[in-house]
């Protein structure tokens, strides 16, 4: 048993008081739960952490990759749904993973000149980001997830390759993710949406986080333009895609959503050639009332990690990541 206190704010007894305790209600069944009743509020260190070096070896309990296949259509004419594709995903499912448990999904998008084997492997090729996970879950510092690498790549695998195309197709992906990858998640896997409706996966976003380097973080933040209904958890890294604060504000209140409703942790490296702009974007957001600028989310909404002599390559990535994931759903 436990109490959720719903009325930290004054709401006049009207039809909009009675749909309000309708919503929360609903979002209280949904999202809390048993497995959630008990989850603190996010809270970040003062300095990134390094992945210990032992987490890069595999180990016996280990989660496992799978192959996900799923339709969706052409990026530039989706709206129109004239071609269809058959897109692949890597998904990783935590050691012991049972469905009738319901587990956070992390999705995880690759960057340029890249694809969705990039981050974990594939299958018969993991990768030592996978070890990382499996360690780090095993000793109980990262909490059990499945984390999904899709990609933006459209017509080619190539398509990450082309700057201006993938900038494109980053702005373009909010449609494929919620509308094609998202449910086929929810209906194969064990997650915290009830169904693969559209009403059940947004009452999980509490359970849902998206994340990414340079042009996956470029995708990170049009996922946050378009798709605050869907995911509260935010974490670019060295991917900027504007420095007008106002602009990045205006885009939550175009969602219809406040302050405490998302988190965003960032990350970069002072020798990132990606640096200045992530830096310029980050405290253009911290000037204004929108963004609240704390460790935790309970005060803020908006944290940034420097790692000092961080570069623009796959280690560092990988380390910003790790910070991310390490901290949520604890």
């Known amino acids: 048993m436990f109490t959720i206190n719903i009325f930290s704010i004054k709401i006049s007894y009207t039809k909009q008081y009675i749909k309000a305790i309708y919503i929360c209600s609903l979002s209280c069944y949904y999202d809390i739960g048993e497995e959630g009743a008990n989850m603190k509020k ?5 300095e990134l952490i390094h992945i210990p070096q032992k987490y890069e070896h595999p180990i016996n309990e280990a989660g496992k990759l799978i192959d996900f296949y799923y339709d969706t259509y052409e990026s ?10 058959h897109k692949h995903a890597v998904v990783y499912l935590p050691a012991n993973y049972n469905k009738n448990q319901k587990y956070n999904v992390f999705y995880l998008m690759h960057g340029g000149w890249s694809n969705e084997n990039t981050y974990l492997g594939r299958p ?3 990768s030592e980001f996978k070890n990382v996970l499996d360690n780090a879950i095993a000793e109980g510092i990262m909490t059990p997830m499945i ?13 990450s390759s082309d700057y201006n195309l993938a900038v494109r197709l980053a ?12 449910p086929a998640i929810a209906k194969e896997f ?42 509260r958890y935010f974490m670019p890294s060295s991917g900027a895609i504007t420095d007008n604060g106002e602009l990045m504000a205006q885009m939550v209140i175009n969602q219809n959503k ?23 974007q980050i405290q253009a957001m911290e000037n204004q009332p929108m963004f609240r600028y704390a460790n935790n989310e309970e005060d803020g909404n908006l944290y940034y990690l420097v790692a000092p002599g961080g570069v623009h390559g796959r280690k560092n990535a990988l380390e910003d990541f790790y910070n991310g994931m390490i901290q949520l759903w604890k």
């Open 42 to 46: 996010l809270t970040f260190p003062n």
């Open 258 to 280: 406040k302050w405490n409703d998302f988190f965003i942790f960032a990350a970069s490296g002072t020798k990132d050639f990606a640096y200045p702009s992530f830096t310029r």
């Open 171 to 182: 702005n373009n992906y909010h449609n494929e993710l919620t509308n094609d990858l998202m």
């Open 190 to 231: 064990s997650t915290f949406a009830k169904s693969d409706n559209q009403t059940d996966i947004k009452l999980a976003r509490d359970h849902h986080a998206f994340c990414g380097f340079s042009m996956g973080a470029v995708t990170t933040w049009f996922t946050f333009q378009y798709a605050l209904d869907y995911f």
């Open 124 to 126: 018969g090729q993991e």
């Open 76 to 85: 530039f004419s989706y709206n129109e749904k004239k071609q269809k594709l």
């Open 147 to 159: 984390v999904v690498c899709p990609t933006y790549n459209n017509l080619s695998p190539q398509d």
